[in-house]
């Protein structure tokens, strides 16, 4: 399963420099939200989550920022590796526990 | 563990022909999802069982479209007669009960193209 991505927004970053992925979410009732990874060919694979009471929260290498405010949720990679291109999407929960609705995705394109 | 499994991972079929995707969930899992992926509209929930039960079913876009899960370690999703707009990537995934998002895997896709 190919993530569709002929009019995706697409990001290009050297290698070694660090990615900044944004998103924008509109259901001011969502309180989770979360980042996932589809590689060519593949189903979308969890990255990082993040609760409304935090505004920040640390993986390996990745960093997800959340601004209530505003809506906005940013993806930060840090040190990017030929594997981390891909399509990354965010998703939020809509207030509720048991579903998520995706964003629309970026395609992050790394250059060797 | 294998993960989700999906089959067919292609399928070609011609308009008005009857298309039947299945999914087999991670044992032990309660919940299970059926997600559409196309360029226009992205990912897409269609459908999502909990032990089996439809509980949520409001993305399925028109009665063209049918879902089963006669047990836990089955289901298909249906679409009689397709059409060409139907052509995307339709996505299963599963997790357990008590589990949160994080820890929802999705299978590989199928991806269908109706001419």
């Known amino acids: 399963g190919e993530s569709v991505g002929l009019h995706l927004p697409t990001l290009s970053v050297q290698e070694g420099d660090n990615s900044i992925i944004n998103c924008a979410y509109s259901n001011s009732a969502s309180d989770y939200f979360i980042w996932y990874k589809q590689e060519s060919g593949k189903g979308p694979q969890f990255i990082i989550d993040?609760?409304?009471?935090?505004d920040k929260r640390q993986g390996q290498r990745v960093t997800v920022l959340l601004n209530k405010t505003v809506k906005h949720l940013s993806l930060q990679i840090a040190a990017t590796q030929p594997g981390d291109s891909a399509v990354y999407f965010c998703a939020e929960n809509g207030g509720g526990y048991q579903k998520v609705t995706f964003g629309t995705g970026t395609k992050l394109q790394v250059i060797p | 563990d294998a993960g989700v499994i999906q089959s067919p991972r292609h399928e070609v079929t011609e308009m008005g022909q009857e298309v039947t995707l299945r999914c087999k969930p991670i044992s032990g899992h309660d919940y299970l999802f059926w997600y559409r992926q196309t360029m226009m509209r992205g990912l897409e929930l269609l459908i999502y069982?909990?032990?089996?039960?439809?509980?949520?079913d409001s993305g399925m876009p028109e009665d063209r479209f049918s879902a089963k899960m006669p047990n836990a370690s089955f289901s298909t999703l249906k679409i009689q007669p397709s059409e060409p707009r139907d052509s995307a990537v339709y996505f299963c995934?599963?997790?357990?009960?008590?589990?949160?998002?994080?820890?929802?895997?999705f299978g590989p896709g199928t991806r269908l193209t109706v001419t």
């Open positions: 995934a599963s997790r357990g009960q008590g589990s949160i998002f994080r820890e929802q895997y």
């Open positions: 993040i609760r409304s009471n935090m």
């Open positions: 069982f909990n032990n089996n039960v439809p509980i949520d």
